[in-house]
């Protein structure tokens, strides 16, 4: 079982960053560096969706044009931590930000396919 901890969301007027961290644990979850991780996110009254994700060797990346050019995801695989840059918010971008583990080991980049997920860290963008 792996845990999935999310920090660093706030309150940040238009315009502004944040910059989301994502940290990995578990007694089964050995091998951070094995497997692709994303950030989805989910505003009231909507559905999750999907914002990034990164492969497991962090070499490819892929974004919803939404927040493309905007946002950055990376990954420190010796520090078991992903994480989502945010830049030029915009109050659209509010929401629950939710950071998720692929369940393939060595998988293809893809937009499904997660199965582990944080409890979430919330990102309020004010007008």
């Known amino acids: 079982q792996v845990q999935l901890v999310e920090s660093g969301g706030g309150l940040v007027q238009a315009g502004g960053s944040l910059r989301l961290s994502c940290t990995a644990s578990g007694r089964t979850f050995r091998t951070f560096g094995s497997y692709n991780m994303g950030w989805f996110r989910q505003a009231p009254g909507k559905d999750r969706e999907f914002v990034a994700a990164?492969?497991?060797?962090?070499?490819?990346?892929d974004y919803a044009d939404s927040v493309k050019g905007r946002f950055t995801i990376s990954r420190d695989n010796a520090k078991n931590t992903m994480y989502l840059q945010m830049n030029s918010l915009k109050p659209e971008d509010t929401a629950v930000y939710y950071c998720?583990?692929?369940?393939?080991?060595?998988?293809?980049?893809?937009?499904?396919?997660?199965?582990?997920w944080g409890q979430g860290t919330q990102v309020t963008v004010s007008s």
């Open positions: 998720a583990v692929d369940k393939r080991l060595f998988g293809i980049l893809q937009r499904t396919g997660f199965d582990s």
């Open positions: 990164i492969r497991w060797s962090g070499g490819t990346t």
